[in-house]
């Protein structure tokens, strides 16, 4: 199985803040990941696919990038309901694998 | 715009199976354009891949459920269902059905339902 470790598991943030978080892949897997965000109480919502391509509907202060086993979600200014949970997921081959999720917590 | 919604029993007793069926609306799951699959998730921790259907009626699961996962589809009624048996505790989760849109080959879970908490209790 292919593993993703997500880093930071969870970070404190400010409103208005960037932040970045990586997703690594214990294999090549091109670019055949994808983010997701869960707010408390709620389905994941997709937030980029391909690893850089926007979902539509999702703000643009969103971005994905990364290729192989390196990849990085950025949130280029924090907004109120941004400080919820982020998931990577792959679906390079099966079983589909998510990393563990980062929380993004309000400083 | 589509829409999919999870229905199915919240308490299943251990060794039983257990069943939800998932709702479609706005595009037919007899399209060849997703694939329609499950996902689950123990409360308060991550997301687990259970399997999907294709769009030839042939389906995958995780191997972690060792062979006891069966999805099937009812092109009908633009349902799919998901079955797990020999259940136990650690099945207790919420499920979520989801869409799934391979584009170019390049696979994400574009669409999700609510979710279902299924509890596994005696």
């Known amino acids: 199985d292919i593993h993703l470790t997500q880093s930071p598991s969870s970070l404190s943030a400010s409103a208005r803040d960037r932040v970045t978080i990586t997703c690594r892949a214990t294999?090549?897997?091109?670019?055949?990941l994808n983010w997701y965000q869960q707010a408390p109480g709620k389905a994941p919502r997709l937030l980029v696919y391909a690893a850089s391509s926007l979902q539509s509907g999702v703000p643009s202060r969103f971005s994905g990038s990364g290729s192989g086993t390196e990849f990085t979600l950025t949130i280029s200014s924090l907004q109120p309901e941004d400080f919820v949970t982020y998931y990577c997921?792959?679906?390079?081959?099966?079983?589909?694998?998510f990393g563990q999720g980062t929380k993004v917590e309000i400083q | 715009q589509m829409q999919l919604q999870e229905s199915g029993p919240g308490l299943v007793r251990p060794s039983q199976t257990l069943s939800l069926t998932c709702s479609v609306s706005?595009?037919?799951?007899?399209?060849?354009?997703?694939?329609w699959g499950w996902i689950r998730q123990p409360v308060g921790k991550g997301l687990e891949w259970v399997g999907h259907?294709?769009?030839?009626?042939?389906?995958k699961s995780n191997p972690s459920l060792q062979g006891r996962v069966t999805i099937s589809r009812d092109m009908s009624n633009n349902q799919f269902s998901l079955e797990l048996s020999s259940v136990t505790a650690a099945d207790t989760a919420v499920y979520y059905c989801?869409?799934?849109?391979?584009?170019?080959?390049?696979?994400?879970?574009?669409?999700w339902g609510h979710g279902a908490l299924v509890t596994v209790s005696s």
């Open positions: 997921q792959q679906s390079y081959s099966y079983p589909y694998t």
């Open positions: 706005g595009v037919f799951i007899s399209s060849g354009s997703y694939y």
């Open positions: 259907i294709f769009s030839v009626g042939s389906a």
């Open positions: 989801v869409s799934i849109d391979c584009t170019n080959g390049l696979c994400s879970l574009d669409y």
């Open positions: 294999q090549n897997i091109d670019i055949h």
